[in-house]
């Protein structure tokens, strides 16, 4: 049975990833880095408190075979760039590099569709440079998840946000062929779609769209 390490178990596709993970009889433990206290109690479940500036301190703990990493942050609540780049790839890319030299052989990481270092959208160009910076870490395996809109009932209000989701489910049944990867997918279907990738190590590196996540979840 394998050991998982989680960042991001707070947020919307975290926590239903941390479900999965749980429910899996794949992993013996499954050890969540939080900002914030969960409300969740598992035998399988360690809970650790850290961030950014902890994770060197906690690294003897960060022991896992496989790391996920839906962490992420928006220019609502994080409207300082700087500020915004180290939660969106200092962070990552740092529990990433500690994973791997604790022994782990596979990460999965949430970007988001268009992720490109050569744009000129800083959030764009964002998730380009996490994709990027990951890559050179050199894991056994590397599974990147692009997604596109994140549908689904959120607890925070966030009314332009409900707008955009209603939209974009009038219009998902349209994007077909090439642009399918801008399809939509709920927070607990990508959640889902990264569980059951963990169970396919095949090949050194992978990247997710809508099409990719979908067959996943016939799988």
Do not use: C
Request: a positive charge; hydrophobic letters at 45%.
């Amino acid at each position: 049975m394998k050991k998982a390490l989680l960042f991001g178990a707070t947020g919307f596709i975290g926590s239903h990833l941390l479900r999965d993970l749980l429910d899996s009889p794949d992993y013996a433990e499954v050890i969540a880095v939080v900002r914030k206290p969960l409300a969740l109690s598992h035998p399988k479940l360690t809970v650790l408190t850290g961030d950014l500036a902890s994770l060197p301190a906690l690294k003897p703990q960060l022991v896992a075979d496989e790391v996920f990493i839906a962490l992420g942050t928006t220019r609502k609540h994080t409207p300082d760039e700087a500020e915004y780049y180290k939660i969106d790839h200092d962070y990552p890319v740092k529990a990433a590099e500690i994973a791997k030299a604790n022994g782990a052989h596979s990460v999965f990481l949430v970007t988001a569709v268009g992720a490109n270092v050569k744009s000129s959208v800083f959030y764009v160009r964002t998730k380009g440079e996490v994709e990027r910076d990951v890559l050179a870490l050199g894991y056994d395996h590397t599974h990147i998840f692009r997604p596109s809109m994140i549908l689904g009932a959120r607890t925070e209000d966030r009314p332009r946000e409900r707008m955009f989701i209603a939209v974009w489910n009038v219009i998902n049944p349209l994007l077909m062929g090439p642009v399918d990867r801008y399809r939509g997918l709920s927070g607990d279907q990508i959640a889902h779609a990264i569980a059951r990738a963990a169970r396919q190590q095949i090949g050194t590196m992978r990247i997710y769209h809508w099409r990719e996540m979908a067959a996943l979840l016939r799988s």
